[in-house]
């Protein structure tokens, strides 16, 4: 029950849940005189945050960060852990394991295991449903499934199937290392989560943790371009994709806030 409303509750403070939340009080306060003021409110709420200028400024901050803490050049690890998020199960009518935006992450750590940088693949991540008896396999065997199909031997993959959350991955790799006796850990995940998957990595391990940031939303050379009327316009046009993207960004440091209370990061 808690890791269930661990899920449900932040989206009440998330753009979309809050600002519907308004409208629906407002809605219920019709006569009142304040009614008008909160609904407004309630709409800025998600018009604002759904302004791609103001998602992607949210973003770069995330990923400008994510890239400063990534090394320029990568030392060899005993390890290299791809943090799940990134796999979808295949579908009835699909051909296998399927990716999302995120499965940059696995695609990553099997290029570097492909590079020498250690010589064991950790795919991770637990099934998170709230079915009865969800046949579905967790990501981590499904990762486990696409990285041999990419060429990675059954002997150098290794799962952490039981981690629902990113402290949780922390707590099991942390474990796993004391058992194998590794030193080094290099860490691979979206830009976006690098900064609460570090903080939580090391604050939870004693495993030195080398971070590998990947799958960046954002395009570097778009920051270079001269500046337009035209795109300015339409960056201030609010969009679901912007809304998803700030949505996102929140939930990092709402993360990041929570594991802190904690002490998981």
């Known amino acids: ?37 909160l609904s407004i409110t309630g709409w800025l709420v998600i018009a604002v945050p759904a302004m791609p200028v103001v998602s992607d400024a949210l973003l770069r901050q995330l990923e400008d960060q994510a890239a400063s803490l990534t090394p320029k050049s990568l030392p060899e690890a005993d390890a290299v852990l791809v943090l799940g998020g990134g796999i979808r199960p295949a579908p009835a009518k699909g051909q296998g394991v399927e990716v999302n935006e995120a499965g940059d992450r696995l695609l990553c750590g099997v290029r570097l295991w492909r590079q020498g940088k250690a010589p064991v693949l950790i795919t991770s991540g637990a099934r998170v449903s709230f079915t009865l008896n969800d046949p579905i396999a967790p990501e981590a065997v ?26 949780e991955e922390a707590q099991r790799i942390n474990q796993l290392a004391a058992e194998q006796g590794w030193k080094q850990l290099i860490l691979v995940t979206s830009a976006f989560h690098m900064p609460r998957a570090l903080a939580s990595f090391k604050r939870q391990s004693e495993l ?27 960056d201030l046009i609010p969009s679901s994709d912007a809304l998803d993207q700030t949505t996102q960004v929140l939930k990092e440091h709402l993360g990041l806030l929570v594991y802190q209370l904690r002490g998981q990061a």
Not at 4 to 29: D, E, R
Not at 151 to 164: D, H, I, Q, T
Request: net charge positive; aromatic share 8%.
């Open 208 to 234: 030195q943790i080398i971070p590998v940031a990947c799958d960046y939303q954002l395009d570097p050379q778009h920051q270079n371009q001269a500046f337009s009327w035209g795109e300015l316009l339409i």
């Open 142 to 167: 499904l990762s486990q499934q696409l990285a041999q199909e990419l060429g990675v031997p059954a002997s150098a993959l290794l799962l952490n199937e039981k981690a629902r959350t990113t402290a």
């Open 1 to 37: 029950m808690g890791f269930f409303l661990s899920k449900l509750l932040p989206q009440l403070i998330y753009p979309l849940g809050l600002g519907l939340l308004l409208q629906l009080i407002a809605i219920g306060g019709r006569k009142q005189r304040w009614a008008l003021p």
